[in-house]
């Protein structure tokens, strides 16, 4: 089993910028694709960033690209997304998510993930 728990969250203006952590325990995530998604009050969940085992390997929302960025360090278990040029359209719920996957790949959709953090709010105000 894996535990995800995400943090960093908060309110901020638009324009501005906010790193999410995602730490993992129970097992070690260097074998695992790391994923960020997000929900809005709603809407569905949508991809945001994913990242392969590696890190070599990363994939970003049409949304989001070119601001965000997925990054990971294994050592410490964890996951990071920062997220700069925030707009109110950022305001969501961000979550955490694990697939067990050594390869390239990297799972865009929700449903393929095995673990999931339980979310930090995001709030951008314009």
């Known amino acids: 089993q894996v535990q995800l728990v995400e943090s960093g969250g908060g309110m901020v203006q638009a324009g501005g910028s906010l790193r999410l952590s995602c730490a993992a325990s129970g097992r070690t995530i260097s074998t695992y694709a790391m994923g960020w998604f997000r929900q809005a009050p709603g809407k569905e969940r949508e991809f945001v960033a994913g990242?392969?085992?590696?890190?070599?390997?990363?994939y970003y929302g049409a949304s989001v690209k070119g601001r965000f960025t997925i990054s990971r360090d294994n050592a410490k278990n964890t996951v990071y997304l920062q997220m700069n040029s925030l707009g109110p359209e950022d305001t969501a719920v961000y979550y955490c998510a694990g697939h067990w996957d050594t390869s390239a790949y990297v799972p865009r959709a929700g449903r393929e993930y095995d673990y999931w953090g339980q979310g930090t709010q995001v709030a951008v105000s314009s």
């Open positions: 990242i392969n085992w590696s890190g070599g390997v990363t």
